[in-house]
């Protein structure tokens, strides 16, 4: 069986990201991010809701169940919040790039350059703006729904159907995905796991690796080390 890693670039924008290079294996998972997987040599397969697709290129729109089963070639892999970049952005940066199967090397920075272009969405609720930044201001711990509800003027119940309304993930499955992002980001910045883990609010490194494990399908310990790392401003 195939490694259960990534192996290659990671280009990390503050609302998107691009891993060029080797993808593992991984196991059916569901993430809040758009994802968009091409490859420019031998075509991949993996199965998405359930049904085995065999190419170049798959979108994959947030939070639908999806697994990698094969990756022979190096694939590009964009990674993008859905509140901010709609999957349509991500198909729209790829133009006037190199076609699937051209065998031509891929430009990353001009990649990164059309995705920073794509029009941004703006948050359809000011109140949710308000409860987001509440929320990041708490991920190193404790992030209390009732203060989230306090800064954006709502009640709980008000907080949760508009999360679940215009984010489509109630307010504790949004937490956890913000969690996971600042954890991930802080493992490729070269701090530990259990550091990482606590310093963006996980009780402890297992909770962590069993929330990586849940929503992108690899083992954290696994996955992250291979990487070779670029912020985009």
Do not use: C
């Not at 968009?36 to 939070?63: I, K, N, Y």
């Not at 991500?90 to 001009?110: Q, R």
């Not at 504790?172 to 070269?190: D, N, P």
């Amino acid at each position: 069986m195939p490694p259960e890693h990534w192996q290659g670039t990671l280009w990390l924008a503050a609302d998107f990201a691009i891993l060029h290079g080797a993808a593992g294996v991984t196991a059916t998972h569901a993430h809040y991010a758009h994802q968009l997987m091409l490859s420019t040599g031998a075509p991949f397969t993996a199965e998405l809701d359930g049904s085995v697709h065999t190419a170049q290129r798959l979108l994959v729109a947030s939070l639908r169940p999806h697994a990698i089963l094969t990756a022979p070639a190096p694939m590009l892999t964009i990674y993008a919040e859905p509140q901010r970049l709609p999957a349509s952005a991500l198909l729209a940066a790829l133009d006037g790039m190199a076609p699937p199967g051209a065998h031509s090397p891929v430009s990353l920075d001009g990649l990164a350059s059309a995705l920073l272009a794509q029009p941004r969405q703006a948050l359809p609720d000011p109140r949710l703006q308000r409860a987001l930044e509440q929320v990041d201001a708490l991920l190193s711990g404790k992030v209390s729904a009732a203060a989230v509800a306090e800064a954006a003027h709502l009640s709980l119940s008000q907080l949760e159907r508009l999360f679940s309304a215009k984010l489509g993930l109630p307010v504790r499955q949004l937490v956890l995905w913000r969690r996971l992002r600042l954890a991930i980001r802080g493992i490729l910045l070269g701090n530990t796991l259990t550091h990482a883990a606590h310093g963006a609010g996980f009780a402890d490194a297992a909770h962590f690796s069993r929330t990586m494990r849940s929503l992108f399908g690899v083992r954290a310990d696994r996955s992250l080390r291979q990487l070779t790392v670029k912020l985009i401003d």
